[in-house]
Structure formats: structure tokens, C-alpha cells
């Protein structure tokens, strides 16, 4: 992109300017300045490659011309202050792109474009970088040789002084040049007077000239295909780029010389802020084209994959077929094991039968030769044997209940081993001697490897853009911090800037606040011992995790003054609507009481109503301020508005009591009794708050009014007591 450079100033005589002193400077002529009755000679001035007169259609279509030398003693004659701007200035940058008549032509059409738009007169002179000769210690001191530390300018400095009028041009007799002796144009009119006429603010002007220069050198670019300007600030662009401020003719030669200068010091800071956002930029670009190439394998990868699924498909049906052969050849097994398992239930039933049959045998024997002890031996033989049958008869049942719960688990198994044969026809278990299942295994831990080095690549590259970040926000903030009273940081309330012109600089109240935090950590806005880079970096390490966390307020009004604002003038305006009902309350009070007192009486009157007034006043105040409801800022504003109102009512006291005795006697003993009551009362209420000052205002009231009681009543000159 093209870089985008317009400026413009205006040449006054306050300045100690000349209009025939700059116009010969700038074109390297020779004039006649009539008014100061001297010749400015520029004629050996270097790098002018050319001068023209640009007159607007409505002059050209007369015939009209003028030549330097009339037209700026004929702008000056138009001026009757001293202090009156008597020309302007636009200075542009001509793309070094362009050929020479190309960039001549580029500057002339858009001067007859300010002039047809502003109805003025435009003097544009065309200079070139003029560059010396090496510096050379054996060579004798020359200007056209550089000096040791110094340095040549850019060679692609080309660039156009357009000089206009502030006056609109009229034709006198015979054709001659003059300008209307009682009104400028519009563009030189204060902004209150534009607003008045329903123009738009000198600022926004400006930024409309600057789109019209940039629309008429878009259209000589576009036909050369070379890069377009843009008009739009970084921010509005969507850049992540600071502009650097502007130098200055001496900052700018001393620089060349060797000299670092505060403006330089500045603008190597912002140039090296933007050369590491360009960068980190780049290092994005190219991890994101990395990613696309990964990305663009890995879907070609997947393609390959997906082409060999057919193949797969099939043999995982072949296999998932064969598991259900086999599920159907153990249904056979099955039934005969559930059979046998119903027959040996049936055995164990008739064992148990048969052991109750032997008990009921043994009973009714051992009843039946209870009185034959001859056969005792033998019925205990027969016993003896009838328990081991017992014994056996037990141990047959133990076996078959064992036998009947191998049956049962081994039933449980061929179901389970059913199931997985289910599960496996649709994914066969792969055999570990199959060099197909050894590759998928060595492939999956291959991706699993691949997935954890990726995670930890991008962490870690997370964490480094993490950081940068950090650091390059820590440096955005000391330089916003140290540069708070610099015209691009802050409001530039004596230009005429406000709010509405830059609502994105400090206002005087955040620019206190910053004031306050900056010496309240001991970080000064220079220092003499480190250059302006050592110290920004120096102050940028004090931003860290601890001071951020508890100064988290200061870091979104160094971020966003504008959002600060908008925030506070929300939080206030609860104060401010209460403070506009109390005063109306106060009002009328005010009002009611001036019968009571005896009338108006005038200024005396008024300040004592004031002073009465004041006590309702304050204890709203007061009851506002102790109400934790209410915002912290706005209860802070009450509390500021307490003091002031406290201040003014003991500056009202000492000139009420000052001047009470003056008044008519029918009101003077009113205002008298009212004063003195509330000065007691407002004395003991508020007496512990006053400074010293303030008490010093009531005492000197209360001896101004005792000193007119005794002189009311001392006897006049010429009586003796």
C-alpha cells in the first residue's frame, strides 16, 4: 500500500511569517516583498523541480493570470492585523512510483481541485530529495558534502508544497487581481463559526481533503497498477499498527546529524512495536500454511483410506456370516446339556426319596427289638452298615449337586461364549500372529503419538504467542502511561480539540487519575539516565501479574479511555440528576423565607439565605454519601460537591457579616439574628471538618461585624461620654 502523507499549517504573521518570503523559499525565485520593503532571493535553492500558478475555472474562464511576485504582495496588502494568517500551506506526498511529469501532473490536478472547491488561488512548487556527497575527514567543510553523523535523506521523497490563499480572489479594473477585503473563506473560520453557518468542524474538513487527495492519486495509480493509498487510520483498516508522530524540520535535522532526539526516541519505539506485531503476523501466515499442507495430506491420507473400505466391508461380512454358523452348530449342545441337567435333578429326587425310606426302616427296626437283646448285636451291625450306605448315599448326592453345578456354569459359559461370538461377527478379534492386525496395532500408536506430539506443539506455541502478547501489551501500556501528556495521547483542549474530535485520547480528569497512579508507583515520564527505549521496556516490566490484578480500573483506562469515560459519565449522572433536585428544593426555600427575613435585601440577602439554606443542603449531601446503594464514583463526586459547598458557604458567612450592618434597621436585625443563630449552629455541626483557612473566613466575618456593632455605638466626634 502507498503511504498516505498530508499536512497542512497556516503562515501568519503572528509567527513572524511572510506570504512573499514563503512562496520565494518554496519555488527558489527572487521577490519583492513591498510591504516589508525587502527582496527574499532563493534563487540558488536546490531540489525545487518545478513551479506553478493554479488558478480556479471561474478566473481561468476570464482570461485572468498573475504571477508570483503580485499575487502574494497583492494576499499580503488584503491583511490589516498583525497577527492575521495571511496563507496556507498543504504539504503532500507524491508517490516515487510515478514518473516525473506523472507526479507534476498528479499535484496540479489536485490543487485546481482545492482551489475550485475552496475558491482560492493555489502557488504549488514540486521538490526532490536533494542529496549530498559522502562524508569525507580530508575534504574541506562543504553544504554539499555531509558532515560526520550525518545522514542523507530518503531518496523517495518527493513531495509538493501547495500554497493558497485565505481570502477569495476578485477582479478589479482592467482584469487585475485582488481578494474580498471583509470576509476569509470558509475553511479559515473558527469552529464556532462554522457550526453557526451549519459546516461541518475545521477537523472534519481536514479528513475530507485528505479522502480527496487520496481518491484523485488512487485514479493516476489504478492506471499504472501500482498499490492503492487508503485514507482510513490503522485502527479503521483493522491494523494492529501505532503511526508514528511527526518529527518536525529541526528534530528531523538533527536526527540526520546524528542527534536522537525525544521524537525520535518515540518514533523507534512505535517502529519497533510494529515491526514485532509485522512479524508475528508473518510467523502466523506461515504456521497456517503449514496447517493447510497438514491438513491437505491428511484429507489425501483419508481419500486413500476410504477407497480400500469396500474391501474391508466385505471381509468383516464374510467373517460376521461364518460367527453365525457357528452360534446355529452350539444350539444342539445347548439342548442336550439343559436335558441333562433336568434328569440329574430328577436322580437327586429319587436319591432323597430313597434316604427317607431307610430312615423310616431303621425306626420301626430299632422300635421292633427294643426287647430282644439277643438281636441287639445284629440290628447294630445292620445299623453300622445302614450308616455307611448313608454315608455313600450322601456322597452320591454331593457328587450329583456338583455335577448339576458344573451343567449350570458350563450352560452360563456357552451363553457368554455366544454372545461374543455375536459381538465378533461384526468385528473379528485379529490374531496376534496376523501381520494385518500387527500393522493396525503399530499404526494406531503411531496416530496416538503423532496426536500427543501435535497437542504439545500447539500448547507451546500457544504459550508463546501468549506471551509476546504479554510482552508487547506490557510496552503498549508504559508508553500510553509515560506518553499521557503528549498531544497524541491526551485532548488538545488549547487547539480547540474535544471530546467529540478524539474521543479515543485522555480527558483532563483520566489524565490526573494516570498523574496519581504514575507517581503514586514512583514512574517518572523520563529519565535522564536511560534513553527512551531502556526506560519504556524498564517501565513495561513493573506491569506484572500483582500490580495488573490490583489495579485493574487504571489498565481499562490505559486500554480504553473512551470506554472509561462512557462508564463514569453513566455512574455520575445518578449524582448529577440528584443534585439538580436538591438545588431545586433549595430554590425554593429560598424563596419562602425572604418574607420571614424582612425582603430581599439585596446582595446581604442573598448570601444569607444562602447560608441558611445550606443546612438541608449538606445533610442531603451527607445522607447521599453514607448510602452504599449509590455508585462509589457518584457518592465520590457528593463527596466532592460537600467540600466546595462547605468552602463557598464559609466564604458567604464572612461577607454577609461583613456588610449586614449596612442594610435599613427593620432588616438589619433580622439578618443579624439569622446570621449569628446559623453560624452557631453551622460552627458546632461542621467545626472538626473546616481547614484552617476556612475558619480563618468565619473569624474574619465575625470581626468585621463586631467591629461596625462598636462603631455603631461608640459616641460621635465632638461628645464627651
Given at each position: 500500500?502507498?503511504?498516505?502523507?498530508?499536512?497542512?499549517?497556516?503562515?501568519?504573521?503572528?509567527?513572524?511569517?511572510?506570504?512573499?518570503?514563503?512562496?520565494?523559499?518554496?519555488?527558489?525565485?527572487?521577490?519583492?516583498?513591498?510591504?516589508?520593503?525587502?527582496?527574499?532571493?532563493?534563487?540558488?535553492?536546490?531540489?525545487?523541480?518545478?513551479?506553478d500558478?493554479?488558478?480556479?475555472?471561474?478566473?481561468?474562464?476570464?482570461?485572468?493570470?498573475?504571477?508570483?511576485?503580485?499575487?502574494?504582495?497583492?494576499?499580503?496588502?488584503?491583511?490589516?492585523?498583525?497577527?492575521?494568517?495571511?496563507?496556507?500551506?498543504?504539504?503532500?506526498?507524491?508517490?516515487?512510483?510515478?514518473?516525473?511529469?506523472?507526479?507534476?501532473?498528479?499535484?496540479?490536478?489536485?490543487?485546481?481541485?482545492?482551489?475550485?472547491?475552496?475558491?482560492?488561488?493555489?502557488?504549488v512548487?514540486?521538490?526532490?530529495?536533494?542529496?549530498?556527497?559522502?562524508?569525507?575527514?580530508?575534504?574541506?567543510?562543504?553544504?554539499?558534502?555531509?558532515?560526520?553523523?550525518?545522514?542523507?535523506?530518503?531518496?523517495?521523497?518527493?513531495?509538493?508544497?501547495?500554497?493558497?490563499?485565505?481570502?477569495?480572489?476578485?477582479?478589479?479594473?482592467?482584469?487585475?487581481l485582488?481578494?474580498?477585503?471583509?470576509?476569509?473563506?470558509?475553511?479559515?473560520?473558527?469552529?464556532?463559526?462554522?457550526?453557526a453557518?451549519?459546516?461541518?468542524?475545521?477537523?472534519?474538513?481536514?479528513?475530507r481533503?485528505?479522502?480527496?487527495?487520496?481518491?484523485?492519486?488512487?485514479?493516476?495509480?489504478?492506471?499504472?497498477?501500482?498499490?492503492?493509498?487508503?485514507?482510513?487510520?490503522?485502527?479503521?483498516?483493522?491494523?494492529?499498527?501505532?503511526?508514528?508522530?511527526?518529527?518536525?524540520?529541526?528534530?528531523?535535522?538533527?536526527?540526520?546529524?546524528?542527534?536522537?532526539?525525544?521524537?525520535g526516541?518515540?518514533?523507534?519505539?512505535?517502529?519497533?512495536?510494529?515491526?514485532?506485531?509485522?512479524?508475528?503476523?508473518?510467523?502466523?501466515?506461515?504456521?497456517?500454511?503449514?496447517?493447510?499442507?497438514?491438513?491437505?495430506?491428511?484429507?489425501?491420507?483419508?481419500t486413500?483410506?476410504?477407497?480400500?473400505?469396500?474391501?474391508?466391508?466385505?471381509?468383516?461380512?464374510?467373517?460376521?456370516?461364518?460367527?453365525?454358523?457357528?452360534?446355529?452348530?452350539?444350539?444342539?449342545?445347548?439342548?442336550?446339556?439343559?436335558?441333562?441337567?433336568?434328569?440329574?435333578?430328577?436322580?437327586?429326587?429319587?436319591?432323597?426319596?430313597?434316604?427317607?425310606?431307610?430312615?423310616?426302616?431303621?425306626?420301626?427296626?430299632?422300635?421292633?427289638?427294643?426287647?430282644?437283646?439277643?438281636?441287639?448285636?445284629?440290628?447294630?451291625?445292620?445299623?453300622?452298615?445302614?450308616?455307611?450306605?448313608?454315608?455313600?448315599?450322601?456322597?452320591?448326592?454331593?457328587?450329583?449337586?456338583?455335577?448339576?453345578?458344573?451343567?449350570?456354569?458350563?450352560?452360563?459359559?456357552?451363553?457368554?461364549?455366544?454372545?461374543?461370538?455375536?459381538?465378533?461377527?461384526?468385528?473379528?478379534?485379529?490374531?496376534?500372529?496376523?501381520?494385518?492386525?500387527?500393522?493396525?496395532?503399530?499404526a494406531?500408536?503411531?496416530?496416538?503419538?503423532r496426536?500427543v506430539?501435535?497437542?504439545?506443539?500447539?500448547?507451546?506455541?500457544?504459550d508463546?504467542?501468549?506471551?509476546?502478547?504479554?510482552?508487547?501489551?506490557?510496552?503498549?501500556?508504559?508508553?500510553?502511561?509515560?506518553?499521557?501528556?503528549?498531544?497524541?495521547?491526551?485532548?488538545?483542549?488549547?487547539q480547540?480539540?474535544t471530546?467529540?474530535?478524539?474521543?479515543?485520547?485522555?480527558?483532563?480528569?483520566?489524565?490526573?487519575?494516570?498523574?496519581?497512579?504514575?507517581?503514586?508507583?514512583?514512574?517518572?515520564?523520563?529519565?535522564k539516565?536511560?534513553?527512551?527505549?531502556?526506560?519504556?521496556?524498564?517501565?513495561?516490566?513493573?506491569?506484572?501479574?500483582?500490580?495488573?490484578?490490583?489495579?485493574?480500573?487504571?489498565?481499562?483506562?490505559?486500554?480504553?479511555?473512551?470506554?472509561?469515560?462512557?462508564?463514569?459519565?453513566?455512574?455520575?449522572?445518578?449524582?448529577?440528576?440528584?443534585?439538580?433536585?436538591?438545588?431545586?428544593?433549595?430554590?425554593?426555600?429560598?424563596?419562602?423565607?425572604?418574607?420571614?427575613?424582612?425582603?430581599?435585601?439585596?446582595?446581604?440577602?442573598?448570601?444569607?439565605?444562602?447560608?441558611?439554606?445550606?443546612?438541608?443542603?449538606?445533610?442531603?449531601?451527607?445522607?447521599?454519601?453514607?448510602?452504599?446503594?449509590?455508585?462509589?464514583?457518584?457518592?465520590?463526586?457528593?463527596?466532592?460537591?460537600?467540600?466546595?459547598?462547605?468552602?463557598?458557604?464559609?466564604?458567604?458567612?464572612?461577607?454577609?457579616?461583613?456588610?449586614v450592618?449596612?442594610?435599613?434597621?427593620?432588616?438589619?436585625?433580622?439578618?443579624?439574628?439569622?446570621?449569628?443563630?446559623?453560624?452557631?449552629?453551622?460552627?458546632?455541626?461542621?467545626?472538626?471538618?473546616?481547614?484552617?483557612?476556612?475558619?480563618?473566613?468565619?473569624?474574619?466575618?465575625?470581626?468585621?461585624?463586631?467591629?461596625?456593632?462598636?462603631?455603631?455605638?461608640?459616641?460621635?466626634?465632638?461628645?464627651?461620654?
Amino acid at each position: 500500500m502507498t503511504m498516505v502523507h498530508i499536512a497542512t499549517k497556516a503562515i501568519s504573521r503572528k509567527a513572524g511569517q511572510s506570504a512573499v518570503a514563503c512562496a520565494a523559499y518554496r519555488a527558489g525565485d527572487i521577490l519583492d516583498d513591498t510591504k516589508y520593503g525587502k527582496t527574499h532571493d532563493y534563487g540558488k535553492k536546490s531540489g525545487v523541480m518545478s513551479s506553478d500558478i493554479v488558478l480556479p475555472f471561474s478566473l481561468k474562464a476570464l482570461g485572468v493570470s498573475v504571477d508570483r511576485e503580485t499575487l502574494w504582495n497583492t494576499a499580503e496588502a488584503a491583511e490589516t492585523r498583525s497577527d492575521s494568517r495571511v496563507a496556507r500551506e498543504w504539504l503532500i506526498n507524491l508517490p516515487y512510483e510515478l514518473s516525473e511529469s506523472e507526479r507534476h501532473q498528479l499535484a496540479i490536478d489536485f490543487a485546481q481541485k482545492i482551489c475550485d472547491d475552496m475558491d482560492v488561488i493555489a502557488d504549488v512548487c514540486i521538490h526532490r530529495p536533494v542529496m549530498k556527497l559522502p562524508f569525507d575527514p580530508n575534504a574541506e567543510p562543504s553544504s554539499k558534502r555531509l558532515r560526520e553523523g550525518e545522514e542523507n535523506p530518503d531518496p523517495r521523497n518527493f513531495h509538493a508544497h501547495i500554497m493558497v490563499t485565505t481570502r477569495a480572489p476578485t477582479i478589479g479594473p482592467n482584469k487585475t487581481l485582488a481578494f474580498d477585503p471583509k470576509l476569509k473563506v470558509p475553511f479559515e473560520w473558527s469552529n464556532k463559526k462554522r457550526k453557526a453557518h451549519d459546516l461541518p468542524s475545521s477537523m472534519q474538513e481536514i479528513k475530507r481533503i485528505r479522502e480527496l487527495w487520496v481518491n484523485t492519486a488512487n485514479k493516476v495509480l489504478a492506471e499504472y497498477n501500482l498499490p492503492l493509498m487508503d485514507a482510513r487510520s490503522y485502527k479503521d483498516q483493522g491494523l494492529d499498527q501505532q503511526p508514528t508522530i511527526k518529527m518536525g524540520v529541526k528534530a528531523t535535522a538533527m536526527e540526520r546529524r546524528g542527534i536522537m532526539t525525544e521524537k525520535g526516541d518515540i518514533n523507534r519505539a512505535i517502529k519497533t512495536r510494529n515491526n514485532l506485531v509485522a512479524e508475528n503476523h508473518i510467523r502466523q501466515e506461515a504456521d497456517n500454511e503449514r496447517r493447510i499442507s497438514a491438513l491437505r495430506k491428511g484429507l489425501a491420507w483419508a481419500t486413500e483410506k476410504n477407497a480400500r473400505l469396500p474391501g474391508r466391508i466385505g471381509g468383516t461380512k464374510q467373517r460376521a456370516d461364518f460367527a453365525k454358523h457357528l452360534s446355529g452348530s452350539s444350539k444342539p449342545l445347548i439342548t442336550y446339556c439343559t436335558g441333562q441337567s433336568h434328569r440329574t435333578a430328577a436322580r437327586v429326587d429319587d436319591t432323597k426319596r430313597c434316604v427317607e425310606d431307610a430312615k423310616s426302616g431303621i425306626a420301626w427296626a430299632a422300635k421292633r427289638c427294643e426287647n430282644l437283646p439277643k438281636r441287639c448285636d445284629d440290628t447294630k451291625q445292620r445299623i453300622n452298615g445302614t450308616a455307611q450306605a448313608n454315608d455313600k448315599l450322601t456322597q452320591r448326592i454331593d457328587d450329583a449337586k456338583q455335577a448339576i453345578e458344573g451343567i449350570t456354569e458350563a450352560i452360563r459359559k456357552s451363553d457368554i461364549e455366544i454372545n461374543k461370538a455375536t459381538e465378533r461377527s461384526a468385528k473379528p478379534n485379529p490374531s496376534p500372529f496376523d501381520d494385518n492386525a500387527r500393522r493396525t496395532r503399530a499404526a494406531r500408536l503411531d496416530r496416538q503419538q503423532r496426536q500427543v506430539d501435535r497437542d504439545t506443539r500447539a500448547n507451546r506455541h500457544k504459550d508463546e504467542r501468549i506471551f509476546e502478547y504479554a510482552e508487547r501489551m506490557k510496552l503498549h501500556l508504559a508508553m500510553r502511561l509515560i506518553q499521557r501528556h503528549h498531544n497524541s495521547m491526551a485532548i488538545s483542549w488549547a487547539q480547540g480539540e474535544t471530546i467529540e474530535d478524539a474521543p479515543d485520547k485522555f480527558d483532563k480528569r483520566q489524565v490526573a487519575i494516570l498523574s496519581e497512579f504514575a507517581k503514586r508507583l514512583g514512574i517518572e515520564d523520563k529519565d535522564k539516565a536511560l534513553g527512551f527505549r531502556d526506560h519504556l521496556q524498564q517501565v513495561g516490566k513493573r506491569f506484572d501479574y500483582t500490580l495488573v490484578e490490583n489495579n485493574k480500573s487504571i489498565i481499562k483506562l490505559l486500554r480504553d479511555p473512551k470506554a472509561e469515560r462512557e462508564r463514569y459519565l453513566a455512574l455520575i449522572k445518578h449524582f448529577e440528576d440528584f443534585r439538580d433536585d436538591i438545588d431545586q428544593k433549595r430554590a425554593t426555600f429560598k424563596t419562602s423565607i425572604i418574607n420571614k427575613l424582612g425582603g430581599s435585601a439585596g446582595d446581604v440577602g442573598r448570601l444569607t439565605r444562602d447560608v441558611v439554606s445550606s443546612f438541608n443542603y449538606t445533610e442531603w449531601l451527607t445522607d447521599y454519601i453514607d448510602n452504599d446503594n449509590h455508585p462509589a464514583e457518584a457518592r465520590k463526586c457528593a463527596k466532592e460537591h460537600l467540600a466546595d459547598t462547605l468552602d463557598k458557604t464559609c466564604q458567604q458567612f464572612k461577607l454577609a457579616l461583613r456588610d449586614v450592618n449596612s442594610l435599613p434597621t427593620t432588616q438589619r436585625k433580622t439578618y443579624s439574628e439569622a446570621l449569628k443563630a446559623t453560624l452557631e449552629t453551622f460552627t458546632e455541626q461542621y467545626g472538626k471538618d473546616l481547614s484552617e483557612s476556612q475558619h480563618r473566613a468565619l473569624q474574619g466575618g465575625l470581626e468585621s461585624y463586631q467591629h461596625q456593632v462598636n462603631k455603631a455605638h461608640s459616641p460621635s466626634r465632638g461628645f464627651s461620654p
